[in-house]
Structures are given as structure tokens and as C-alpha cells.
């Protein structure tokens, strides 16, 4: 086995962390482990622990302590001193703490038994400390700031002996641990490889990058996509792993190159995630790692302005990469120069040269979204034809149509205008009212704060199977609190989930109340009702605001027919081909 690679199994020196148990002792808690008080977890702790389980967090070797997790908030380093910039906790909900064993099972969504965890200690946590000092910011916008809403009150830790690691039916060929990453890495024969993070389709660019990174260290590549859990919205891992695989296998030096998947789960935490995910890799084997502009960034907040600066992730990874024993490589500015057929940093490109590029939005846009095949010099042939299969023009695309306001600002009835409008141009729509949905979906919640979010997020779990499958939904309920419709935001995707804001006064839907349940809210004969004694948080950033004072439910229907075709997602002529 190579030296170095050898050297690298842990960030720090020391034995890569192995928590699965075999044999007897497997066997012996297996006979216990039944007997021991449940924790369902969440599919992000499960890929947490999972990680933990085969050395990938290494030299973590359980969910972060208190000290541990105090100290990463404030100086990104464990209770020791070492270098660890994000916290992984598991968290859960007060009555779930189990007191009748000092051992609990650990279980899936599906309630198979994962590891069995020993109760050392159970502390509180703070939500929004966490989101400042972590993420920089509190914008329910963060992916991560919405999903917090739903974490548990509580952190639990202790030693974990994992019994099952979760098991996978896709690409399991290229599911790879840590020791099998670094096994094949050394049979190379290279002292030096640089790993490729990506959670996005690989085009020309990427290419050319990888490999000019691969000759600049002399060394391996180590291409590896994140399957787990990545921005909301982003194209799934089927799709992507496909493209990755047509790639390596045709483009790419099969004696230096290595594809291997990451089941992590991203926090899009910019700078601290850029350094995580370097300890991350070198655990797998990298003492180079590419990092990107934005890396990891969720895009923009709110106000429409990024969360992260565009070069921070670098800034932060450079200041870090001699503790690590990972050297950064910058991810260039790269423009594509017809003339000569090749690719070149925006810095080396001869004065006057013409230049083609395309934007993000223009691959959407432009082309995904219009159907029509990305062009060579782009992207390879085989990536185009895969993106082309999984992407439909736009208007066949899935879309959700969100309404929110006040009980009586006139969401449902401008949703009744709206339904037809959509069937004239060719889409049929499923309605979600909030109304019918109590009665049916949601029957048996009541109103506190815990039982509104459950309901909106049943409805946004129906919305987004809804807008997955390509078809419409419109829901039009309350949903008065904005972490938990940036919830339902993320369930649907954030390119297919419009928001409209139904900005009718309080007076105003006072006024018009024909069931008189503001006035019951006003004499307390109804307890935390919405605009009353319970707050709604308005949009920060809707993508529409209707004004229902001088504009007729018609009239804002047409308003949003007119988002809908310049968008793209309505044909302008009302007629949709195929």
C-alpha cells in the first residue's frame, strides 16, 4: 500500500473510526436490542450515522457531546481543540426521551434496527444560535433554518455500536467506504489525489477541470458526488450518477481516476462546509480538494441577496488547509473559446478572443426547459441525452401554486378563478384547500403552532409527490408561518414552487367574514387564531403579491396566467403540444 495514502486514513493521526460490530458481540446486542426503548431518526441523522459508523467524520465516534458541540458553534473545534467546523448532533422531542433503559435502539424510518446507543448524556439546545453562529444567518430562506423547525427539543450522545449499516439497491457498485476509497486509491500508486465534490450534473468545464487538477499534483482523482442529502430543488442522484459514470467510463483515465459515492447530508453551510467537507475527503483518501465558487451555498436569502460571498468558502479553506494535511485547489473561472476548441481560465484568454458561456438559469431555461438538447461544446452528448430524458419542456413540468394569507383574504376563491384558467392552457390541477384538507387529510389537529405545522407540512409532502410526478397542485391555505412554507417549499422544489401572497388587510378580511370567526376570536370564544392573538409572518419574497382591495378574483387569476406563461410553465397560445 501506498505511504502516504496510508498515512492519511484520519484528518489528525490515528486509527480511522470503525463503529459496526460483527460476530458474537453483534449477535449478543442483537438479542438485547429488542428489549431496549426505540429512537426513530430522521433520514439526515441517518446518513449522519452512517458516516460516523464507517470513519467518514473520523475522529468523531458518536453525535457531538455537549462540550464537543459548544465548542464547534463558537471555534469550530471538538471539546480537544480539534479542528471541526460542523456540528452533528441528534436531536429529540422531550416526550420521546426514553428513562426506562440506559440503552436505546436506534431505527430507520421503516423501523429497521440500525445501532443501539448508550444514554451518556442529554442536553438542550438553541435553534437559533446554532443557525447564527453556524449557517450566519436566520432566514427561514436556509434550507436548513426551515428544516430546524422540525428538529427535536433535545440532543442525546453517547458510544454507538452499530449493528446494520443502511442498505442500498442503486449504484451499488460505487458505494464505497473510507477503507475501500483509500484501498483503491492506493493500488494506484499515486502520492498525491485530489477530490472532486459535486452535487450537480458534470459538464466540459468540470472536466476539464478535474483532469487539469489531476496533472497539477501528478497524482489520482477522486470524483465524489454527494448522494445523500443536497439543496432542495437540485437533480436527483439517479440522474446525476448516470452522467457521471457515462463520463469516467468514456472521458477519464480509468488507471488514475476513481467514482465513489458520498452518502452525506449537506448542510449548505458555505465556508464551515467547505472545511467539513475537505476533513471529509481526506478520510477517504484526498490530500488535495477542489473548491468551488459559493461552495455550498443554498443561493439567496429573502431579500434576493446571497447567503455567502462568493469566494469565502476558498478564503476559509485556505486558512485552514495546513491543519487539515489538504491542500485547496481553486475551482477557475473557466470560458470556452470556439476558435480554438478548448477551454481556458477567464485570466489566460488572449485579448479580443470570442468567448461562449452559458449561465445556470440559460441550461434551465434556455434549454432544459425549452427541450432542446444542451450544445457539445457544453456538455458531452451522453450528458445532454440523459438531462434531455429527466427534464421535460417546461410547461409539462410539475408546479406547485401556493397561496397564503389571512382566513378570508380570498385564497380559495381565487383559486376556483384560477382552475379553469390552467385547464384553457392545458393543465389539469389538483386543489389542496385548506379547508378540505382538515377535514380529510388533517382530520383530528387542532390549532396550536405544532398542529398548523403538521398540517401544512402534510400538505406540502401531497404537493410536492404531486409536483414530482409532473403534475399541478394548487393549495391555498393559512400557512401563517414562514419556516414551515419554506418547508413545503423545498418539498415541492424551489423551481417549481410559486408563492402568492394574498395581501388582503385584516380589516379587510374582518369585514368580510361571513362565518364570524374573527368575531369570536375578538370576544375569546376561539383560541390562536391567525391575525388575532397567533402572528402571520407575511412572504419576504413571493414570487407573487395580489392586491384584493380594487382587483376581482378574475383579475388576479389572469395576473398569475401571465407569471405562469412568462415563466414558461403555460404556453402563451393556450394550446399545449404532445
Same mark, same amino acid.
Given at each position: 500500500?501506498?505511504?502516504?495514502?496510508?498515512?492519511?486514513?484520519?484528518?489528525?493521526?490515528?486509527?480511522?473510526?470503525?463503529?459496526?460490530?460483527?460476530?458474537?458481540?453483534?449477535?449478543?446486542?442483537?438479542?438485547k436490542?429488542n428489549?431496549?426503548?426505540?429512537?426513530?431518526?430522521?433520514?439526515?441523522?441517518?446518513?449522519?450515522?452512517?458516516?460516523?459508523?464507517?470513519?467518514?467524520?473520523?475522529? &468523531?465516534?458518536?453525535f457531538?457531546?455537549?462540550?464537543?458541540?459548544?465548542?464547534?458553534?463558537?471555534?469550530?473545534?471538538?471539546a480537544? $481543540?480539534?479542528?471541526?467546523?460542523?456540528?452533528?448532533?441528534?436531536?429529540?422531542?422531550?416526550?420521546?426521551?426514553?428513562?426506562t433503559?440506559? %440503552?436505546?435502539?436506534?431505527?430507520?424510518?421503516?423501523?429497521?434496527?440500525?445501532?443501539?446507543?448508550?444514554?451518556e448524556?442529554?442536553?438542550? %439546545?438553541?435553534?437559533?444560535?446554532?443557525?447564527? &453562529?453556524?449557517?450566519?444567518?436566520?432566514?427561514?430562506?436556509?434550507?436548513?433554518?426551515?428544516?430546524?423547525e422540525? %428538529?427535536?427539543?433535545?440532543?442525546?450522545s453517547?458510544?454507538l455500536k452499530?449493528?446494520?449499516?443502511?442498505?442500498?439497491?442503486?449504484?451499488?457498485?460505487?458505494?464505497?467506504?473510507?477503507a475501500?476509497?483509500?484501498?483503491?486509491?492506493?493500488?494506484?500508486?499515486?502520492?498525491?489525489?485530489?477530490?472532486?465534490?459535486?452535487?450537480?450534473?458534470?459538464?466540459?468545464?468540470?472536466?476539464?477541470?478535474?483532469?487539469?487538477?489531476?496533472?497539477?499534483?501528478?497524482g489520482?482523482?477522486?470524483?465524489?458526488?454527494?448522494?445523500?442529502?443536497?439543496?432542495?430543488?437540485?437533480?436527483d442522484?439517479?440522474?446525476?450518477?448516470?452522467?457521471?459514470?457515462?463520463?469516467?467510463?468514456?472521458?477519464?483515465?480509468?488507471?488514475?481516476?476513481?467514482?465513489?459515492?458520498?452518502?452525506?447530508?449537506?448542510?449548505?453551510?458555505?465556508?464551515?462546509?467547505?472545511?467539513?467537507?475537505?476533513?471529509?475527503?481526506?478520510?477517504?483518501?484526498?490530500?488535495?480538494?477542489?473548491v468551488?465558487r459559493?461552495?455550498?451555498?443554498?443561493?439567496?436569502?429573502?431579500? $434576493?441577496?446571497?447567503?455567502?460571498?462568493?469566494?469565502?468558502?476558498q478564503?476559509?479553506?485556505?486558512?485552514?488547509?495546513?491543519?487539515?494535511?489538504?491542500?485547496?485547489?481553486?475551482?477557475? %473561472?473557466?470560458?470556452?473559446?470556439?476558435?480554438?476548441?478548448?477551454?481556458?481560465?477567464?485570466?489566460?484568454?488572449?485579448?479580443?478572443?470570442?468567448?461562449?458561456?452559458?449561465? $445556470?438559469?440559460?441550461?434551465?431555461?434556455?434549454y432544459?426547459?425549452?427541450?432542446?438538447?444542451?450544445?457539445?461544446?457544453?456538455?458531452?452528448?451522453?450528458?445532454?441525452?440523459?438531462?434531455a430524458?429527466?427534464?421535460?419542456?417546461?410547461?409539462?413540468?410539475?408546479?406547485c401554486?401556493?397561496?397564503?394569507?389571512?382566513? $378570508?383574504?380570498?385564497?380559495?376563491?381565487?383559486?376556483?378563478? &384560477?382552475i379553469?384558467?390552467?385547464?384553457?392552457?392545458?393543465?389539469?390541477?389538483?386543489?389542496?384547500?385548506?379547508?378540505v384538507?382538515?377535514?380529510?387529510?388533517?382530520?383530528?389537529?387542532?390549532?396550536?403552532?405544532?398542529?398548523?405545522d403538521?398540517?401544512?407540512?402534510?400538505?406540502?409532502?401531497?404537493?410536492?409527490?404531486?409536483?414530482?410526478?409532473?403534475g399541478?397542485?394548487?393549495?391555498?391555505?393559512?400557512?401563517?408561518?414562514?419556516?414551515?412554507?419554506?418547508?413545503?417549499?423545498?418539498?415541492?422544489?424551489?423551481?417549481?414552487?410559486?408563492?402568492?401572497?394574498?395581501?388582503?388587510?385584516?380589516?379587510?378580511?374582518?369585514?368580510?367574514?361571513?362565518?364570524?370567526?374573527?368575531?369570536?376570536?375578538?370576544?375569546?370564544?376561539?383560541?390562536?387564531?391567525?391575525?388575532?392573538?397567533?402572528?402571520?409572518?407575511?412572504?419576504?419574497?413571493?414570487e407573487?403579491?395580489?392586491?384584493?382591495?380594487?382587483?376581482?378574483?378574475?383579475?388576479?387569476?389572469?395576473?398569475?396566467?401571465?407569471y405562469?406563461?412568462?415563466?414558461?410553465?403555460?404556453?402563451?397560445?393556450?394550446?399545449?403540444?404532445?
Amino acid at each position: 500500500m501506498n505511504t502516504k495514502i496510508d498515512n492519511i486514513i484520519s484528518p489528525y493521526g490515528g486509527k480511522l473510526i470503525n463503529l459496526v460490530v460483527s460476530g458474537e458481540e453483534r449477535e449478543a446486542i442483537l438479542e438485547k436490542a429488542n428489549q431496549y426503548p426505540s429512537l426513530q431518526i430522521s433520514d439526515r441523522a441517518l446518513h449522519d450515522l452512517e458516516l460516523l459508523a464507517v470513519g467518514g467524520f473520523s475522529p &468523531l465516534d458518536r453525535f457531538m457531546s455537549k462540550a464537543d458541540y459548544q465548542r464547534v458553534l463558537t471555534e469550530m473545534r471538538l471539546a480537544d $481543540g480539534t479542528l471541526f467546523p460542523m456540528p452533528i448532533t441528534l436531536t429529540i422531542k422531550k416526550e420521546d426521551l426514553p428513562t426506562t433503559s440506559d %440503552w436505546v435502539a436506534i431505527r430507520d424510518s421503516r423501523l429497521n434496527l440500525i445501532a443501539v446507543m448508550k444514554m451518556e448524556e442529554v442536553f438542550t %439546545w438553541d435553534p437559533s444560535r446554532e443557525q447564527r &453562529l453556524v449557517l450566519g444567518s436566520t432566514d427561514a430562506r436556509h434550507p436548513l433554518v426551515s428544516e430546524m423547525e422540525q %428538529w427535536g427539543d433535545l440532543c442525546v450522545s453517547g458510544e454507538l455500536k452499530v449493528i446494520n449499516l443502511p442498505t442500498y439497491f442503486d449504484f451499488t457498485d460505487i458505494r464505497r467506504t473510507p477503507a475501500e476509497t483509500r484501498a483503491m486509491l492506493a493500488e494506484m500508486g499515486n502520492e498525491n489525489v485530489v477530490a472532486f465534490q459535486t452535487r450537480n450534473p458534470m459538464h466540459r468545464v468540470h472536466e476539464e477541470l478535474t483532469h487539469r487538477a489531476a496533472e497539477e499534483i501528478g497524482g489520482s482523482l477522486l470524483i465524489h458526488p454527494v448522494v445523500g442529502m443536497t439543496k432542495p430543488g437540485d437533480v436527483d442522484h439517479f440522474t446525476r450518477v448516470r452522467v457521471y459514470k457515462a463520463l469516467v467510463e468514456n472521458y477519464y483515465p480509468q488507471e488514475s481516476t476513481v467514482l465513489s459515492l458520498l452518502p452525506l447530508a449537506m448542510r449548505m453551510a458555505g465556508p464551515r462546509e467547505a472545511v467539513w467537507h475537505a476533513i471529509i475527503r481526506r478520510n477517504y483518501g484526498a490530500n488535495h480538494f477542489i473548491v468551488g465558487r459559493d461552495h455550498a451555498g443554498p443561493g439567496n436569502d429573502s431579500s $434576493g441577496q446571497p447567503f455567502y460571498g462568493p469566494y469565502e468558502a476558498q478564503e476559509m479553506m485556505k486558512q485552514y488547509e495546513d491543519e487539515i494535511g489538504v491542500k485547496m485547489v481553486p475551482f477557475l %473561472w473557466m470560458v470556452y473559446l470556439p476558435d480554438d476548441k478548448k477551454y481556458l481560465p477567464i485570466d489566460q484568454v488572449p485579448e479580443g478572443a470570442k468567448i461562449n458561456t452559458i449561465s $445556470g438559469t440559460q441550461v434551465r431555461e434556455d434549454y432544459l426547459a425549452a427541450g432542446k438538447l444542451l450544445p457539445e461544446w457544453f456538455t458531452r452528448k451522453e450528458t445532454a441525452e440523459i438531462l434531455a430524458e429527466v427534464h421535460p419542456p417546461k410547461h409539462k413540468q410539475g408546479l406547485c401554486l401556493w397561496f397564503t394569507g389571512l382566513s $378570508g383574504c380570498g385564497k380559495s376563491t381565487i383559486a376556483s378563478a &384560477l382552475i379553469p384558467m390552467l385547464m384553457e392552457h392545458g393543465r389539469q390541477a389538483t386543489v389542496l384547500d385548506g379547508d378540505v384538507v382538515r377535514t380529510h387529510l388533517s382530520k383530528g389537529l387542532g390549532f396550536s403552532k405544532e398542529d398548523r405545522d403538521t398540517n401544512i407540512l402534510r400538505i406540502g409532502y401531497v404537493a410536492g409527490e404531486i409536483a414530482h410526478h409532473n403534475g399541478t397542485v394548487v393549495c391555498a391555505a393559512i400557512s401563517p408561518y414562514r419556516a414551515t412554507r419554506n418547508e413545503a417549499r423545498k418539498m415541492a422544489g424551489d423551481d417549481r414552487f410559486i408563492e402568492i401572497f394574498v395581501n388582503t388587510p385584516l380589516e379587510v378580511c374582518e369585514a368580510r367574514d361571513i362565518k364570524g370567526l374573527y368575531a369570536m376570536a375578538r370576544r375569546g370564544e376561539i383560541k390562536g387564531f391567525t391575525g388575532i392573538d397567533d402572528p402571520y409572518e407575511e412572504p419576504l419574497n413571493a414570487e407573487i403579491t395580489l392586491n384584493t382591495i380594487d382587483t376581482t378574483p378574475q383579475e388576479c387569476a389572469r395576473q398569475i396566467i401571465k407569471y405562469l406563461v412568462e415563466r414558461g410553465f403555460l404556453k402563451s397560445d393556450g394550446f399545449v403540444a404532445g
